[in-house]
C-alpha cells in the first residue's frame, strides 16, 4: 500500500483535484489523505461539499486582509508537524497557488516526493501572473512526478532539464470535473433573467489586474453591453474588496449586468456551459470553456494556456479597454469570427487524466493523452 497526501487550498485547485481524490479513493493499494489549507475558505468549502470530499486535516490559515507573507509563514509553520506525523510516500499538489509553492517547499526540506499535478504552464515571466509563475517553475524544480496536461506542458518541463522519465502527459483534471458537473436540467433564476438572450459569462479578479487595468476591462464590458440590448451579463464577483469596489464603480448601474455572489463549481460549470461568450482573467476557465464550445476573451497580458490561442479557443486581449472593446464587439456581431472559436477543438483533455495519474502511481505506467 502506498500512502498517498493530497494538498489544496483554494476553490480553482479543490476543482481540479477532487476528481482525483475520488480516483485514487477507490482502488485499495492506496491510503489516500486530504489536506486543505484553507487559503481560500467559503469558496474552497463550496466545491469540497459538491465533490462530497471530506478533509482529514484543515489547516484553516484563512484570515482577514491576508498577505502573501501571512500565507507563506503559516503554511509551512503548520503543514511541518504534518509532514512529519503522516510521513506520506508521496505529496501530490496542483497547479500554481502559495499553498502548491509551500508545500512542495516543506517537502523539499524533509525529502518527501512531490508529484505535481498540472506540471509544466509557463508564460516564463515571474511577474505574470503574479505570483502563480513564480511558484509553478520552483515547484518544478522539487517535484518527482510531473503530471503535464498536455504535450506543449511536457516540452516547456524537457526544456527546462526535467528528465523525460518523470513527465507523464494525462490531459488535464478540470475535463474529469465536468463529467461530474454540467446537467441537461439545469435551471438557475440567473438564466431565466437572461432569457433568450445572448449570455456573456465574466469572471475577474487577478491580482496584477487590480486597479486602472481592471477599470478599463469594467468600462470595455459596460460599452459593448450598452450597445447590444440582446445580450446580459453575469459576474459572479470576487471576494476582493478592490475588485468590488472596481465593479461598483463601472458596472454598478447598468441593467444589463447582474453582479452576484460567488457561486458554486457546480453552478459555474452549467452558466459556462449555457455561455455565449466568456471574458475572463482567470486559468481554469480557458479550459473549461472549449469544452462546451464558447469562445474566451482572456483579459490579460499573457497566458499560461497557449494551446487554447493556437487552437483558436482563446484570444489574448489584455487590459486594453480599445481591444477589449472591439474584439468583445466583433464577435457579437461575426458571425464567422465567432464561428472561428466556438468550433475550435479542446486541446485540454479528455476527462481520463485522473485515471492516468493514478495508473502511474500504482502501476508506473499509463497510455499518455494526445491532444
Known amino acids: 500500500m502506498k500512502k498517498i497526501l493530497i494538498v489544496f487550498g483554494t476553490r480553482p485547485e479543490a476543482i481540479k483535484m477532487c476528481p482525483l481524490v475520488k480516483e485514487l479513493k477507490s482502488r485499495p493499494y492506496f491510503q489516500t489523505l486530504v489536506c486543505v489549507t484553507g487559503q481560500h475558505r467559503e469558496m474552497l468549502d463550496q ?50 497557488t502559495s499553498t502548491t509553492f509551500v508545500t512542495a517547499l516543506a517537502c523539499y526540506y524533509l525529502q518527501i516526493p512531490v508529484g505535481h499535478v498540472e506540471a509544466g504552464l509557463r508564460t516564463y515571466n515571474i511577474y505574470s501572473p503574479y505570483p502563480e509563475e513564480f ?64 449570455l456573456i459569462f465574466i469572471t475577474a479578479h487577478r491580482r496584477e489586474n487590480l486597479g486602472d487595468p481592471m477599470h478599463h476591462m469594467f468600462r470595455a464590458i459596460r460599452r459593448v453591453l450598452d450597445e447590444h440590448p440582446n445580450c446580459k451579463a453575469i459576474y459572479p464577483i470576487h471576494m476582493n474588496p478592490a475588485v468590488r469596489e472596481a465593479a461598483e464603480a463601472e458596472l454598478g448601474n447598468c441593467e444589463q449586468i447582474h453582479i452576484i455572489e460567488p457561486i458554486e463549481v457546480f453552478d459555474c460549470h452549467n452558466f459556462e456551459s449555457r455561455s455565449f461568450l466568456c471574458l475572463t482573467d482567470s486559468g481554469g476557465i480557458q479550459e473549461e470553456c472549449p469544452s462546451y464550445g464558447v469562445p474566451v476573451l482572456v483579459m490579460r497580458d499573457t497566458t499560461e494556456r497557449p494551446e487554447g490561442i493556437e487552437a483558436g479557443t482563446l484570444k489574448l486581449v489584455g487590459t486594453d479597454e480599445e481591444k477589449i472593446y472591439d474584439t468583445f464587439k466583433l464577435l457579437l456581431e461575426n458571425k464567422e469570427e465567432y464561428d472561428k472559436m466556438s468550433k475550435a477543438c479542446n486541446p485540454y483533455g479528455d476527462g481520463n487524466a485522473c485515471k492516468r495519474i493514478a495508473d502511474v502511481l500504482e502501476f508506473g505506467k499509463y497510455e499518455p493523452w494526445n491532444a
Open 47 to 96: 466545491v469540497l461539499n459538491v465533490f462530497d470530499v471530506s478533509p482529514d486535516y484543515d489547516l484553516n490559515i484563512m484570515k482577514k486582509n491576508q498577505t502573501l507573507f501571512d500565507i507563506t509563514m503559516s503554511i509551512l509553520d503548520k503543514i511541518k508537524a504534518l509532514l512529519m506525523k503522516e510521513s506520506p510516500d508521496i505529496v501530490l499538489v496542483h497547479g500554481d
Open 135 to 198: 511558484n509553478r517553475q520552483a515547484v518544478g524544480i522539487i517535484s518527482q512526478y510531473n503530471f503535464a496536461p498536455t504535450p506543449l506542458s511536457k516540452s516547456n518541463l524537457i526544456r527546462e532539464g526535467k528528465k523525460e522519465s518523470s513527465i507523464y502527459v494525462t490531459g488535464n483534471t478540470v475535463i474529469d470535473a465536468m463529467k461530474h458537473t454540467v446537467r441537461d436540467d439545469y435551471t438557475h433564476p440567473e438564466l431565466e433573467w437572461v432569457g433568450e438572450d445572448k
